[in-house]
């Protein structure tokens, strides 16, 4: 089963990636674990066995509703892990 992959996790951490390429100061790798795990929690799963067969197949509406998609999730579990810090979580 090595070859099957959640497509939203791809589209979660490039979209993590960039935003925190764009940051003015460093986001903490447990930061973004959290916001990940969260995000991914919102999103529902969408097994492929090829990435490039996926975006190969899909529409640019059917991309563009999937990218917005994954900015909520990504805007609502930074939102969520603002206001529980990992330091009060444990």
Request: glycine share 2%; charged share 25%.
């Amino acid at each position: 089963m090595s070859n099957i992959n959640n497509y939203y996790e791809r589209l979660v951490v490039d979209q993590l990636w960039s935003m925190a390429q764009k940051s003015k100061e460093p986001l903490p790798q447990d930061f973004i674990d959290d916001v990940a795990c969260l995000a991914l929690n919102r999103l529902p799963a969408c097994y492929v066995r090829s990435m490039v067969d996926k975006s190969s197949y899909i529409t640019d509406q059917a991309y563009q509703e999937m990218e917005n998609a994954v900015a909520e999730a990504i805007n609502q579990a930074i939102e969520q892990v603002r206001l529980n810090p990992r330091g009060q979580r444990d």
